[in-house]
């Protein structure tokens, strides 16, 4: 179903008309200002706010508290959309919707159903999001859990506000760490076989490199104990590069993280070729050579210093690949590109958008979102999981103790960029102060009471003329302008690339159900014997619902129907 105007948007639409006509009239002059539409501190002083007429005091050469009077008395009520218009302060416009607008758009979100939180927003602009991408030289520790969920979540998000995903995960499959990885396989190899085991300052030490090395010991015996490196490196790295990315991917899957594409490092290089790519730098007078070095000069578009990109022996620099990918990604016919990195990667962004736009590429094309650590915790204890590799903590593990619900909305809980500490004991809580259980006990609440009006004989109810007009209660009115924000909220949590303003926004219309459930349940309950409220209240109730169920599943969280605590209070329904 088409997404429907937000009255956000109507009533900016009906203000801008208003403006127009005053200028027409001459009673404002100038370039007239966007309007902006903001929440009021307090909802006694209406549903928006708007200080364009100080905007245009100025040019107008009038007071704003005049031209705000003028332009109240051209709005009017905006075609029956504003039931009130009241000036404030030294020129501030509030705003009060009609009821009626906001149950019609509570109406819409009855008819759209789960679709009601998309929009074209996005106008089908390709975005590829590129996330994870670790590299395929161990299993995904909890920091590269938060990193996948925060690209899975970001690309969801995108995805229904409108715009054409593509999610891609890049495979680090060339240069050292995974030569590294090869000669510590061959390390624990040779030690299958009774050899000395000294290992390197650089080394992998996980059991997950000794199960690649049993592998080898039982397909080839000791053909490769006493070979020069020449000829097991390539073998060995490969096989282990094989292992790890089978784990990683099973690990994403458990986790629920998809990938459209991977893309390997070592398939783009022979595919793009990198020397013509430093052509093309050249080309355009951005390498210079020093040193016998070639060195991009990257200072030029705001790089802190200029980057080699070919070293002494004339072997490309990992930035030269990073040009080569993005580059690739612009040539693939993205306009807009979201890469999810750690935080320790954050000195990168300014080169790699330097190379960009030395290729003629738009570098605010490239948005980079920065996710930092994750501390584990037990009840405010810090604690460590998974002594197979010194302080690592496995992702498999995390999701296991905590169960994947918990650990994608604890992940994304909190602004990406803000240290997050994962308290297990409260994930793993059966209690409303669990949050991601706060959320998913709402839902089962819902449909318990769905549930419980079918049992007693009560109709689905149906969305005939009048049927929401009952819904008068403040609370319920508060649930309704909350709810019907979800498109506005998701597009603006799209843009900014920002989850955690999804969960911020499922805890506010869920916590203001609970508080809603809670008050009234002895007083107004949803079920009563006046079939107007119990109708009105079931399709708010319905409503709701749908969108939880959207959001969580934006969120990669199920929306659960039952839950044992929800089904023991729905007598109270």
């Known amino acids: 179903m088409a997404s429907q105007t937000s009255i956000r948007e109507r009533v900016t639409a009906h203000v801008e008309r208003a403006l127009a006509a005053l200028a027409k009239d001459g009673l404002v002059t100038g370039a007239l200002p966007a309007v902006e539409l903001v929440p009021p501190k307090s909802a006694a002083h209406g549903d928006y706010a708007t200080p364009i007429a100080l905007a245009l005091a100025k040019s107008a050469k009038k007071k704003p508290r005049d031209i705000a009077e003028a332009l109240k008395r051209a709005l009017g009520d905006a075609g029956g ?15 009060f919707v009609a009821k009626a607008a906001w149950l019609e758009a509570l109406a819409h979100v009855l008819q759209a159903g789960e679709t009601f939180v998309r929009s074209d927003h996005g106008k089908r602009e390709r975005v590829l999001v590129e996330f994870v991408s670790a590299n395929p030289t161990g299993p995904l520790h909890i920091a590269h859990g938060r990193g996948a969920v925060t690209g899975d979540v970001i690309a969801g998000l995108l995805d229904a506000a409108g715009y054409d995903v593509s999610r891609e995960y890049y495979i680090n499959d060339l240069g050292n760490q995974t030569d590294i990885m090869a000669r510590s396989i061959h390390l624990r190899y040779a030690e299958l076989f009774g050899r000395a085991f000294a290992p390197p300052e650089d080394f992998y030490p996980g059991d997950y490199i000794i199960d690649v090395a049993r592998e080898l010991k039982t397909e080839h015996g000791d053909r490769f104990l006493d070979q020069p490196e020449a000829a097991w490196l390539t073998l ?18 458990a986790f629920g993280v998809r990938f ?44 802190d210093k200029d980057r080699v990109v070919v070293r002494e022996d004339s072997r490309p620099t990992y930035f030269a690949t990073d040009i080569a990918y993005h580059d690739d990604k612009m040539r693939r016919g993205f306009k807009r590109l979201v890469n999810v990195w750690g935080a320790d990667h954050g000195g990168y962004v300014a080169r790699v958008r330097a190379g960009m736009q030395a290729l003629g590429h738009d570098p605010a094309a490239l948005k980079v979102v920065l996710v930092q650590m994750v501390s584990l915790s037990r009840g405010g204890e810090s604690v460590r999981m998974g002594k197979r590799l010194g302080t690592a903590v496995w992702l498999d593990e995390v999701v296991r103790e905590a169960g994947r619900d918990a650990t994608r909305y604890f992940f994304v809980m909190r602004r990406s960029d803000a240290q997050l500490d994962f308290d297990i ?19 089962a609440r819902m449909c318990s009471i769905a549930r419980r009006a079918a049992a007693q004989g009560i109709p689905a109810p149906t969305l005939a003329p009048g049927a929401l007009d009952a819904l008068a209660l403040p609370e319920e009115l508060q649930m ?87 089904d023991a209070d729905a007598a109270d329904a």
Request: hydrophobic share 45%; net charge negative; aromatic share 8%.
């Open 236 to 253: 060995f790295r490969d096989r282990g590069i094989d292992a790890m990315l089978r784990r990683i991917r099973a690990d994403l899957d």
């Open 425 to 443: 004991e409260l994930a793993t809580k059966k209690s409303l102060d669990n949050p991601v259980y706060y959320a998913q006990m709402g839902h």
């Open 81 to 95: 959309l504003l039931e009130k218009i009241e000036v404030a302060g030294p020129g501030f416009l509030n705003l």
């Open 480 to 566: 309704v302008k909350t709810l019907v924000r979800a498109p506005e909220v998701v597009a603006a949590a799209a843009d900014l690339c920002e989850p955690h303003l999804i969960v911020h926004y499922v805890q506010d219309l869920i916590g203001q159900f609970h508080s809603y459930y809670t008050l009234y349940k002895n007083s107004e309950k949803v079920i009563s014997d006046d079939p107007q409220k119990t109708r009105a209240r079931l399709l708010l109730c319905q409503a709701l619902r749908l969108a939880l169920a959207a959001l969580l599943g934006i969120l990669g969280v199920e929306a659960p129907e039952q839950m044992a605590a929800a």
């Open 260 to 303: 459209d594409r991977w893309t390997s490092e070592k398939e783009l290089v022979a595919r793009v070729g990198l020397d013509g790519l430093v052509e093309r730098l050249e080309a355009g007078g951005h390498v210079f050579t020093e040193d016998g070095k070639k060195w991009f000069r990257s200072t030029a578009f705001g790089d």
